[in-house]
């Protein structure tokens, strides 16, 4: 344990720095800020470099990411001459051209200018059917919190006297042209502790916000609490969700007498509807009747006859210990399942009819590359959009039908030359045991491999069930594959790589687990003779700032260098600040002592050592960062720099939880990690700023 005050459950020196907008706290950061920009920024490398990304995140020909509504196909984009973006459409026909005819819906630089804000997109929910009106959520400065304002699709302007909603964590749903659910903060008792909309009411066109009836609540202690209305002609319903933990929820149904029924699956369990069906994923074994079903089985069944009391469901997935349900899209006809199989995708094609679900294979990516659904459109058809890239390979778009080919729409350019590039997968044996995969991406060996021989940049994220899977990064191909470097990610429990069992296993007490797989992983390069530790860097964001804070405290000796981006970090405190309520599912609950027992044995601010050797860290977040306070890390190096260790520090005054709020300030931010730990692991570390 750490020696430290704070460790000992004593005072907390540096809680001033938890006053996001406090006088001294941003006089305090912005002294950091100028001593980073005069040590790492100035030298013509990291113009450079800097440029080098920009020019990758403005690319003209990078694909335009479509979102499939109606007969059209939408996208948002930033370029050099937009850098905060233009929301846009243009039809399928048109996307195929190799230039589209795009029609400008919403211009938000113009609008930035209009209006004096820093305007941030933060999407559209458009009204089905007739797509002729938008609900548009806009940023500040980047923050989960947005303003809501309806916007005409045909006129393309904001509606006068429309549906407006001040800035907060709201959301929103259509229900018809003149009505909408709304959850927002409403005043005292309106919210959760975790900070989201706690009510959930129906609001009538030409009404005022405060005279919206409330038509569903939850309890203080819920996550957030929302309502959904389903449109589909012939299946028009209305659902409204109490989440109650990250990934436990009640699902309610309203019923023509106007009162809302719970759908009585496992309360870990997600469903989803779509026209007669209704489809469950489960977390955990579930008995339905006679039959018991494993946990990360994926289940369809009729809607009505569930509600009926009927246990008929049928298995479309079922898991096995390299298997794992992904995620599932509709066509109107069609379900098509995303599996993992050692974190490579498969997508299967499920077609209802007499004889049971039929299946076919749609796509399998091959090799390591892998194969998204982009979009669908239920509404219209059996249409499909998949998104296919690797490490190497840029991205493809394709566009097919279940009963028709499947043909490229757009391919991405190539921002690296990849030739001389190999991808391979190993597994790393964890502390327990258990084997941990990982991707390494490595420049082809000579017989004289140069001065980058064995740099290793290395990440992992390990949380909240989510899978890091294959994906091609012009920045990161750009900023270190292309100088010689190898590149790692490392697929470690608390993810979702092997489903729900992958999760669980780092969950509260078991947290460490997913630190040590992060630990076996650096291991197994040095035993592979891939790297060695002084050549090891790390870098990772949110949970994975937190994994990179324990990486520091726990494992210094592994690596050379550690980068955490808009990090948890001071887990005593994580609940009390911004949205951390929301994921004690996740950690356990400092406040408990049983549970603070096991979380601080791993929580970095409280871990710090005053004596210890650790490799130069860099720490980064956002002002405008919403979501994961900015305080932990301000915290952290505030005590690091107290304790002696080589720390630098950048805050980004927008940018909320990813940390940038156009291209140019992704550039700056990539440009800054990637060349600290390139000069920090090829000792050209630049002299410190006084």
Known sequence: MADNDVAAGGRDPYRWLEEVHGAAALDWVRGHNRATAATWTEAPAFAQLRDQIRQ???SADKIPDPTWRGGHLYNFWQDAEHPRGTWRRTTLEEYRAP???????????????AEDESWVWKGAYVLRPGYERALISLSRGGSDAAVVREFDLTTREFVADGFTLAEAKSSVCWIDADHIYVGTDFGPGTLTTSGYPRTVRKWRRGTALADAEVVFAGEADDVSVVAVHDPTPGYQRDLAVRRTEFFRNRTFLLRPDGEWELVDVPDDAEIDLHRQWMLIEL?????AGDVTYPAGAVLVTPLDEFLAGKRDLTTVFEPTERSAYSYHAWTRNHLLLVSLTDVRSEITVLTPGDDGW?????????????????DTEPDLGDEFLLHTAGFTRPPTLLHGSVDGPTQPLKTGPAFFDADQMTV???FAVSADGTEVPYFL??????????????LTL???YGGFEIAWTPAYSGVIGTGWLARGGSFVVANIRGGGEYGPRWHAAALRENRPRAYEDFAAVATDLVARGLTTPEQLGIYGGSNGGLLMGVMLTRYPELFGAVVGQVPLLDMRRYHKLLAGASWMAEYGDPDDP???????EYSPYQNIARGRAYPPSLFLTSTRDDRVHPGHARKMVARLQEYGHDVTYHENVEGGHSAAADNAQQAFKWALLLEFVWRTLTDQRPPQAS
């Open 358 to 374: 039929q299946r076919r294979t749609l796509r399998d990516a091959g090799g390591f590359d892998h194969t998204d659904v982009a």
């Open 458 to 460: 290395m990440t992992g």
């Open 424 to 426: 391979r997968q190993f």
């Open 441 to 454: 991406v490595t420049p082809e060996e000579t017989a004289d491999p140069g001065p980058a021989a064995g």
């Open 283 to 287: 977390r955990s074994a579930w008995q």
């Open 99 to 113: 230039q589209p005819r795009w029609e400008v819906l919403l211009d938000l630089d113009a609008l930035a200018r």
């Open 594 to 600: 049983a549970d603070w027992a096991f979380i601080r």
């Open 56 to 58: 990758v995140l403005d």
